[in-house]
């Protein structure tokens, strides 16, 4: 293999186990800035190996055992944490195959290091900011400046927002290791939550001129691929985790369709369903089968019947309005919250007509929430226009064009506005 070509495959390989490695690191070091430095050794050390000797045959756990030996010798150095030190020297040392030892000591599930750097990273104590920006930087491996380009913020910001994350992880001295038991359940909807947070960004921008980011959505998605197929098997608390996925795959199977050729947002019931992704449908359907055979009905699991429901219709006219809105009844009383009291209201009105819709309006109009929330003049101003109540149709049109931050999203409104006139 050329030089070149070696160095390809190096890169290739670190961007996959890139995360993994200092997952482990983490936990061996309890501080992520000194897992990447050591991670980055490993890197630096197949550069110069490689090329020479060839790809090994497991590459991943190479890299694995040549960062910790490298953080072995950095503990030595600094005399710190002997007794770790100790305990780790002694199993490479022991070991006839001490890569093979250190693979063979990945594979416990409740102890993996992707996943316990992903439970660290999305711990609680952390801002809802904090824990999305650092797990896209650790586990993601994006830039900061990737991460501050997705949110529409600035570098710096970002970079003190991960800074100071790291800072507190390292402070509280968490274990980067999955929660057992009752913690683990306490703890896991905070990394779905962050999940779906950064997927939302993606698959609708809240501002800036692109109406979607794609990118954003898929890295959400290979995160939650992750998380997915690292829990234990059977594992109750699982069945959110898939149905979180099943959530995500039916929604990302809808990205291409969500805007025109030159970018302007085409709504759900307008969607040439032809370019919605069959393959993520299937996958979708697959985790939601998944999660129910594991029982319960949470909140992902819920909607994500929701999102089964629409990718059913061939036809925007064949979409089951009337099963959509009782699922949206059901999740009301499961996570109760004024955007799902709007979402419902938008299903009730496509099932039963306009006037049923503006009259559940009617009940949530006062929720500081929705107050500057784009998305409730927006849908107010559609059950009117289906009512036949035109001028009042454009106000609300128009106050919800001003009310968004998302460029073409607010050419949508504006349009509707003028169509009022016609």
């Not at 999740?331 to 306009?354: E, Q």
Request: proline share 5%.
């Amino acid at each position: 293999m050329a030089a070149d070509e070696t160095h390809r495959a190096i890169e290739a390989v670190f961007l996959l186990e890139r995360a993994r490695l200092i997952g482990g690191l983490a936990r061996m070091v309890h501080d992520i800035d000194r897992a990447e430095e050591f991670a980055q050794d490993a890197l630096v050390s197949a550069l110069a190996e490689w090329p020479k000797g060839g790809v090994p045959a497991n590459p991943g756990a190479w890299l694995m055992a040549v960062a910790k030996r490298r953080a072995i010798d950095a503990l030595r150095r600094e005399t710190m944490r002997v007794r770790k030190h100790g305990e780790i020297a002694q199993e490479l040392e022991e070991a006839e195959d001490p890569v093979g030892a250190i693979e063979a000591a990945m594979d416990d599930d409740l102890g993996d290091e992707l996943l316990g750097l992903i439970f660290t990273a999305c711990h609680p104590m952390l801002s809802r900011e904090a824990r999305a920006a650092l797990t896209l930087r650790v586990v993601g491996g994006l830039t900061t400046g990737e991460i501050a380009r997705a949110f529409l913020s600035n570098e710096a910001t970002i970079a003190q927002r991960i800074v100071r994350a790291k800072k507190a992880i390292a402070k509280a001295r968490l274990a980067f290791e999955v929660p057992r038991g009752a913690e683990r359940a306490a703890r896991l909807p905070s990394v779905l939550e962050v999940i779906y947070l950064i997927f939302n960004e993606g698959y609708a921008a809240t501002a800036g001129d692109d109406l979607v980011r794609p990118g954003l959505a898929q890295e959400a998605l290979r995160l939650g691929r992750i998380v997915a197929g690292l829990m234990p098997a059977g594992a109750p608390d699982g069945a959110e985790v898939f149905g979180l996925l099943a959530l995500m795959e039916i929604q990302a199977s809808r990205l291409s369709a969500r805007s025109g050729p030159d970018g302007a947002f085409i709504p759900l019931t307008e969607q040439n369903r032809a370019r919605w992704d069959q393959l993520l449908i299937r996958r979708g359907f697959e985790a939601l089968a998944r999660a129910e055979e594991l029982g319960g009905e949470g909140p992902y699991m819920l909607q994500a019947a929701l999102a089964a429901c629409h990718a059913r219709a061939r036809r925007a006219d064949d979409t089951d309005w009337p099963r959509i809105a009782a699922l949206y009844d059901r999740l009301r009383m499961v996570a109760p919250s004024p955007v799902v009291d709007l979402n419902r209201a938008v299903a009730h009105s496509m099932a039963f007509g306009p006037e049923a819709g503006l009259t559940l309006l009617d009940e949530i109009a006062d929720a500081p929430a929705l107050r500057f929330y784009a998305p409730l003049p927006a849908a107010r101003g559609d059950f009117l226009f289906r009512a036949g109540r035109l001028a009042e149709a454009r106000t609300e049109f128009e106050a919800a064009a001003g009310l968004t931050r998302n460029a073409r999203e607010a050419a949508f409104l504006r349009a509707r506005a003028e169509a009022c006139d016609r």
